[in-house]
């Protein structure tokens, strides 16, 4: 397990095993590590642990978080990192990091009820999944595909008439000239270049011509198809 | 319509340098224009039970199925293909068939799969998947992976936790979020694109993508891309030579030819410009 240390000025004042999925840090006493000094905010800094590897995450403190140096927001821990906090020095020791060659087989985390009885002595993951971990594998984190969207003609013959994107897939153009198809995968909507007629030219999003691979499209962006202008927008 | 002749399919499955037995399966049918690959989980060989059980369960389902429904047709309530709803529905069932195996014998608990499909049809492809196989297409000399992995990694990723590059220092690695036969149901991502002509889509496991990055796979495809057998004995050559420490599976489609249904398909294009 891995586990922190906490110094002042070059002397340790305490320890602390990284036994739980989250550790706040700050001058409240209800923190795990409450320091009791006024350059530390009242929740200051948390670190997230997540089986085998440990997150440090500032929580919008007044004086901010750095490590080994450098001020940061949210980032992974690494054995023998310094978070400074204050003054005060907080050490990460975790003796799994480093081990070399650990590739594993594959395992499954399952967090449905039904299966959660029958963990032990099976294949599936032998360690307790932790609350973040169970939440994190239960919710999609690409939930954009769920929303609906639209896009609205502004130049052109047909300019203001509106096209609910209700297909998965949608392909836009003018066959010879260009044409462009937006997808909607599950990781959110994409505009994908086909066919560029003679000159191979590709569509543009926010004036700039994409690229082979899906772009990834944002609410209120401007594409131009086949030199029609139009606006991507979710519902 | 047979896509004998437009579709071109290579596939290789090796158990690698260190596992005594294979746990990966594959299958394809070039008249449907249909690629499976499956890699399997659990102990007391439940994981080979277990894609096994899922490639043939999936390509049969679909075998029967596809030919009864009209082309490309979209359903209306979810916007999806038939095709797509066809490949979902078939996941569905063989996690439902895995799951049950499991249940039924000791030996076989807590086994699972993971899944990727990809079926060609009307210059249109569809991809499923669960788990952390993967698809990629090379399009005009550049390789884009398709699917995202359900893994706690890229969701870590995802959510702001690490960077791509930290990701690979990272002690979480090969958990899987989500697998075919764990539980009574499964969610399946799927995906709809269009296919051009000179596109390869590529299926692999992750005993290629943990040995070998994206750019050397890129590389490969490049250097032998007028030769798929090739391309497909030198990615698993590859995988091997970075320490093949994992089961490692490969499947190649390359479209020879465009492949609608109606010979002017581009003129379905909608009528919002017109």
Redesign the interface.
């Given at each position: 397990m891995a586990t922190i240390q906490i110094s002042l000025n070059g002397t340790m004042e305490s320890e602390l095993n990284l036994d739980k999925d989250i550790i706040t840090i700050g001058r409240k006493n209800d923190n795990d590590v409450s320091i009791d000094s006024l350059a530390v905010s009242g929740y200051h800094a948390q670190i997230?642990t997540?089986?085998?590897?440990s997150?440090i995450e500032d929580l919008d403190s007044t004086n901010g978080t750095s490590l080994n140096g450098k001020e940061i927001k949210?980032?992974?821990l690494?054995n023998g990192d310094v978070i400074k906090i204050g003054q005060h020095e907080i050490k990460y020791i975790n003796k799994?990091?480093n081990s070399g060659d650990?590739?594993?087989?594959?395992?499954?985390?399952?967090t449905?009820e039904?299966?959660m009885q029958?963990?032990e002595g099976?294949?599936?993951?032998d360690q307790s999944v932790g609350k973040i971990?169970a939440e994190?594998?239960t919710t999609d984190?690409?939930n954009a595909s769920q929303q609906q969207a639209r896009i609205r003609?502004v130049s052109?013959a047909?300019s203001g008439?509106e096209?609910p994107?209700?297909?998965?897939?949608?392909?836009?153009?003018?066959?010879?000239v260009q044409?462009a198809?937006i997808?909607?995968?599950?990781?959110g909507y994409f505009l994908?270049h086909?066919?560029g007629g003679d000159n191979g030219e590709r569509p543009k999003v926010n004036n700039e011509i994409i690229?082979?691979?899906?772009h990834p499209l944002k609410d209120n962006d401007t594409l131009e198809v086949?030199s029609?202008s139009m606006i991507f927008s979710f519902e | 319509m047979s896509l004998i002749d437009k579709i071109n399919i290579t596939g290789i499955t090796d158990e690698g340098l260190v596992r005594d037995h294979n746990e990966d399966s594959i299958g394809h049918n070039d008249e449907l224009g249909l690629l499976v690959l499956a890699?399997g989980?659990?102990?007391h060989k439940?994981g080979e039970v277990a894609s096994a059980i899922a490639v043939d369960s999936i390509m049969q389902d679909l075998n029967t199925a596809l030919p009864q429904i009209p082309p490309a047709k979209?359903d209306?309530s979810?916007?999806?293909?038939l095709e797509?709803m066809l490949i979902e529905k078939a996941i569905k069932d063989a996690n439902f068939k895995i799951f049950n195996a499991a249940q039924e014998n000791a030996k076989y608990?807590?086994?699972?799969t993971t899944v990727v499909v990809l079926l060609l049809y009307d210059n249109?492809i569809t991809v499923a998947h669960v788990g952390?196989s993967r698809l990629y297409r090379m399009?005009?000399r550049?390789l884009?992976q398709?699917t995202?992995d359900h893994t706690?990694l890229q969701?870590?990723v995802?959510?702001?936790?690490?960077t791509k590059k930290?990701a690979n220092?990272?002690?979480?690695?090969?958990?899987?979020?989500r697998?075919v036969g764990?539980?009574?149901s499964v969610d399946v991502?799927?995906?709809?694109?269009?296919a051009?002509g000179g596109d390869y889509y590529l299926l692999c496991s992750?005993g290629l993508t943990?040995m070998i990055d994206d750019n050397l796979i890129e590389d490969i495809m490049l250097n032998y891309r007028d030769d798929q057998d090739k391309m497909t004995r030198e990615l698993i050559k590859q995988a091997k030579d970075h320490?093949g420490?994992?089961n490692v599976s490969v499947q190649l489609a390359k479209v020879l030819k465009e492949f609608p249904v109606n010979a002017n398909w581009?003129?379905?294009?909608?009528d919002?410009?017109?």
């Open positions: 997230l997540i089986l085998n590897d997150f949210k980032t992974p690494a799994n990091a650990n590739f594993e087989r594959t395992m499954i985390i399952n449905a039904e299966g029958e963990t099976s294949q599936k993951i971990v994190i594998a984190s690409g003609l052109g047909n008439k096209l994107l209700t297909k998965v897939l949608t392909t836009l153009g003018k066959p010879g044409v198809a997808t909607r995968r599950p990781t994908i086909i066919d690229g082979l691979k899906a086949a029609v | 890699d989980m659990g102990g439940g979209i209306e979810t916007g999806y293909s797509s608990e807590g086994m699972g249109r952390d399009r005009d550049i884009e398709m995202r706690l969701e870590l995802d959510r702001g936790f690490y930290e220092e990272s002690l979480n690695k090969n958990l899987v979020t697998a764990v539980n009574s991502d799927l995906l709809e694109d269009i051009l992750d943990d320490g420490k994992d581009l003129n379905k294009f909608f919002i410009f017109s």
